[in-house]
């Protein structure tokens, strides 16, 4: 699909909407008759997003100073045009802004490609040296947890269900069940892939069986829900059944970083139905596998792990059969 807007009129959610029904779009985003074309790019399989800039005949794309930014050169109709890109899933929201960003400085700015991505980089860089609440990776995170709250407290209360939740107070492990431990990771990723931070995240606590619950999110479009959704919706509940418990709830919340004031408008949805499995199963590592002379230098140890082969395993400790996003 290809569309013609009028500068800078092209919002994420019409950006999410495409992403989330996986459709390819084109916007053309400066005006017919200008010297220097500008194509906002939505990739096949509503995958990725990129601008494009038209180079003048002896121009070269500029350099990324950013690590996850790419700038490469790619041919449409019959013109070079430099293609500004990233691969990183997380980061799909954030891209957007900087995109439109740079977008601005070019069409409206009248600044050349090289000109509008510094000044832009430069701008950002002194913006974000100020603190921005949670970051992208820690918010899948979070409303990972909170849907599992959801589920722990269909079948054991919401009184119960965040005493459990212990992810917030920084624990070893997101929940403390009557009878075993869970730990909750949530990734935006096609892959079941996830970080595990220190070694023992993954290690059982004495006399308690651990569990893992990997979840896979991907963006949800209009259909989708927000962290600021699902929290909205768990408080809701909670302080129908119990108004206590609601209290204790908004606590854990601020206590894992949620702020109702911080932006949030990326939407998403399972990718996946959940994977339940026992620690034992995991390609983990644990703390006989490291030599006790490298145990006493090492302070920490984040790895990350591939269980995208592996299969949810019975007697699980909570029940995740019909689970969804609150």
């Known amino acids: 699909m290809t569309d013609t807007v009028g ?10 909407h495409y992403l989330g029904e996986r459709q390819a779009a084109s916007y053309l985003l400066s005006a017919p008759t200008a010297a220097r074309a500008v194509w ?13 800039v038209e180079l003048d005949r002896h121009q070269q794309p500029p350099r990324s100073s950013l690590p996850a930014v790419t700038i490469d050169q790619v041919h449409r109709d019959g013109r070079r045009m430099a293609r500004i890109h990233t691969t990183q899933v997380t980061l799909m929201r954030d891209f957007h802004d900087l995109l439109t960003a740079i977008a601005d400085r070019i069409v409206t700015g009248e600044r050349d490609l090289g000109q509008a991505f510094e000044e832009t980089v430069h701008a950002w860089g002194r913006l974000l040296d100020q603190p921005r609440g949670l970051g992208v990776e820690r918010r899948i995170g979070l409303h990972g947890e909170v849907a599992v709250l959801r589920a722990v407290a269909r079948s054991h209360g919401w009184g119960q269900a965040i005493e459990a939740w212990t992810g917030p107070k920084a624990e070893e492990h997101d929940f403390g069940l009557p009878e075993s431990d869970l730990e909750v990771k949530t990734t935006a990723s096609e892959r079941r892939r996830h970080t595990i931070h220190g070694i023992h995240q993954l290690t059982e606590s004495a006399g308690r069986p651990l569990w893992l619950a990997s979840l896979q999110l991907t963006r949800g479009g209009l259909g989708g829900r927000s962290l600021r959704d699902s929290v909205t919706s768990v408080i809701r509940d909670a302080r129908a059944a119990d108004r206590i418990a609601s209290v204790r709830l908004e606590t854990a919340l601020a206590a894992g ?24 199963r995991l390609p983990r590592l644990t703390e006989s596998m490291i030599p006790l002379s490298v145990r006493e230098h090492v302070s920490s140890i984040d790895y990350r792990m591939d269980i995208t082969h592996l299969s949810s395993a019975p007697g699980s400790p909570v029940d995740l059969t019909d689970f969804r996003l609150p």
């Open 7 to 16: 500068y800078p009129e092209l919002p994420w959610s019409t950006v999410e």
């Open 40 to 52: 906002y790019e939505i990739g096949d399989g509503g995958q990725d997003i990129s601008l494009q």
């Open 257 to 280: 970083g949620w702020s109702e004031s911080d932006p949030d408008d990326e939407r998403w949805a399972l990718r996946a139905a959940p994977l339940l499995v026992p620690a034992e």
